[in-house]
């Protein structure tokens, strides 16, 4: 069962049912040192990076994806975790706070303006508040952008067997001329064995 190392985040495989996917550490030290900091974690007795040690997903902006050809979602190399309930910005809290005020002031007003005028048959209606969350859910591709990505790897995988044919061309053609070389040092010293033996 893999689980998030981030602290204070509770996702775990188990009831992964928004798409969140985990990932290792990255190999090469001065990532892994970027992750350990962002993170807000230190090497020590009550934490060690292992093989199994994941951070999820929810902690990635969606630039650090990428889709394969099947519509499995990648993190691309070198990508560092930079979304933390620590991060969110204090100045876009306060603007949300002066804003439910001000709908809340608003609302008092009506209401007060309402029972001066007497009583009104008219509905109530409920300011709903913008979502501040982020939407970690990417959309699956399209078929056209599916042939797209397809189109584009099929290109990437003919350039790259070109490539490599020609390569093994030019391997074939040194091994070739290696071999002939043996067989005619072979045949060389074959026919001054002969001559030595018979003189």
């Known amino acids: 069962m893999a689980y998030c190392c981030v602290p204070g985040c509770r996702s775990f495989s188990r009831q992964n049912k928004d798409n969140t996917s985990f990932h290792k550490f990255p190999q090469d030290r001065e990532l892994q040192k970027k992750w350990i900091v962002k993170i807000r974690r230190d090497i020590g007795p009550n934490f060690q990076i292992t093989k199994n040690t994941r951070v999820c997903s929810k902690h990635f902006s969606p630039e650090c ?3 394969t050809l099947t519509g499995i979602r990648k993190l691309k190399g070198g990508s560092v975790p930079s979304v933390f309930t620590w991060t969110q910005q204090p100045n ?3 603007t ?3 804003q439910e005020k001000w709908h809340l002031e608003e609302e008092h007003e009506e209401d007060e303006s309402s029972t001066k005028d007497g009583p009104s048959n008219e509905e ?3 300011t709903e508040m913008p979502n501040t969350d982020h939407d970690y859910c990417v959309e699956p591709m399209t078929t056209e952008e599916k042939l797209v990505a397809a189109q584009e790897e099929i290109s990437r995988l003919s350039a790259e067997n070109e490539a490599l044919r020609s390569n093994q061309f030019g391997i074939q053609n040194f091994m070739d001329w290696a071999f002939l070389n043996k ?8 026919h001054k064995v002969q001559s030595v033996e018979f003189v």
């Open 92 to 94: 876009e809290r306060k």
């Open 96 to 98: 949300l706070r002066s």
């Open 124 to 126: 109530c209606h409920v």
């Open 65 to 67: 994806f990428s889709r």
């Open 183 to 190: 067989t005619l040092l072979c045949v060389s010293v074959f």
